[in-house]
């Protein structure tokens, strides 16, 4: 059946489907959750079976590529049985489905998902010292993750580490992350920090280390050559000549990738963003539960891509942070 592709009004192909599975999380991290924080209630959330006829619906309009996130989506019970699920349309329709992960549950994970042909896992990792990752994650504890990579790894799954860059945080630990990223030949990338959450303006202000100054210190040390590759998303890659690592940054407060983007999100109640920094959403549960035939789904799928915006308003030059969404980063899945 010849399905017409999902096409915004800016003419942009939305091949990309990130989908946060859980609001939960087993841990809590400074920068994207409150320490005591109000999870919804079980029934809000989209069932398994419902991830998979939404993910589904997605693969069906022209979705190549599907990220699983959260929350934790490894702490999601059950989870291995949705991703084996969806695993059923890779080489048909889906040429990717990969997830982003704390870790902590890696160890127990990575050979199942290698065996549903996952490839690549995001693992999020800003340190490489304990006490610093216990007062970061507040709740994780550093060497269950870093076996779980070690895991992953075994498993033949491709590790990209995802960094959030955070002054006064982790800038001293700049050139270990990288050296340990090169020994251990896992991709890096660094992530601005966003303003997400209820976090008072004033810590967001004092997290912030764009990656410009990052990206200079970098230039102390190595040559820094910039790649052409895109992904249709925030990322841009350098190589640095002299041992040929890749690097990529993720500066979701510049503009300069709204023209490619190719993406979008739904939340784990079934609210699907069309940009990560836009309050816009529309209800896919309704649609969901209503019918068990997929007519009404699509149709709203299709209604909300009608209505993509143009790019998100993040700002922090300006005296107050504009264009800061109310919403927690675990809720709409980073
Ligand atoms: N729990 C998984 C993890 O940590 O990878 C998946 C969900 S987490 C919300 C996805 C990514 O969002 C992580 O890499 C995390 O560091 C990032 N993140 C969370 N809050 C953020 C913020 N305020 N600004 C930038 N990145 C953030
Ligand atoms: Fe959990 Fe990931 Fe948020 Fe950290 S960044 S609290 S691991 S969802």
């Not at 997830?99 to 990792?125: K, P, Y």
């Not at 001293?172 to 920090?193: K, R």
């Not at 407060?253 to 784990?268: A, D, I, K, Q």
């Amino acid at each position: 059946m010849n399905v017409t592709p999902l096409i915004d009004p800016f003419a942009r192909p939305i091949t990309y489907l990130r989908v946060s599975v859980t609001d939960r999380c087993d841990f809590r991290c400074s920068y994207c959750m409150a320490e005591h924080m109000q999870f919804l209630p079980k029934r809000d959330l989209l069932t398994l079976e419902e991830l998979d006829r939404m993910c589904s619906a997605f693969v069906g309009l022209g979705v190549r590529k599907l990220r699983i996130t959260g929350g934790e989506p490894l702490a999601r019970r059950d989870i291995m049985s949705f991703f084996r699920a969806v695993s059923r349309h890779l080489g048909e329709g889906l040429d990717e489905l990969t997830l982003t992960t704390n870790g902590s549950q890696l160890r127990r994970f990575a050979a199942e998902l290698a065996d549903i042909g996952v490839r690549r896992v995001n693992v999020s990792l800003d340190t490489l010292d304990p006490e610093k990752f216990a007062k970061i994650t507040r709740w994780g504890r550093l060497p269950q993750v870093l076996d779980g990579i070690a895991a992953a790894k075994d498993a033949g799954l491709r590790v990209k580490i995802n960094a959030v860059a955070l002054k006064g945080f982790n800038e001293d630990e700049l050139f270990s992350l990288i050296d340990w990223c090169a020994t251990e030949d896992h991709d890096l990338t660094f992530i601005e920090v966003m303003p997400m959450g209820d976090m008072g303006e004033a810590d967001r202000r004092d997290q912030y280390w764009p990656l410009s100054d990052l990206r200079n210190r970098i230039a102390e040390r190595y040559t820094v050559v910039d790649l052409a590759e895109r992904t249709g998303g925030p990322a841009r890659y350098v190589r640095l000549a002299e041992n040929g690592q890749k690097i990529g940054f993720i500066t979701p407060l510049t503009h300069n990738f709204c023209e490619s983007c190719n993406r979008v999100r739904v939340t784990c109640t079934g609210e699907l963003y069309m940009c990560l920094g836009q309050e816009d959403r529309a209800d896919l549960r309704a649609p969901l539960r209503n019918s068990p035939d997929d007519t009404d789904l699509t149709e709203a799928i299709r209604a909300a891509i009608a209505r993509k915006p143009k790019g998100h308003d993040f700002d922090y030059s300006r005296q107050k942070i504009a264009g800061q969404v109310s919403r927690h980063m675990s809720h709409t899945g980073g």
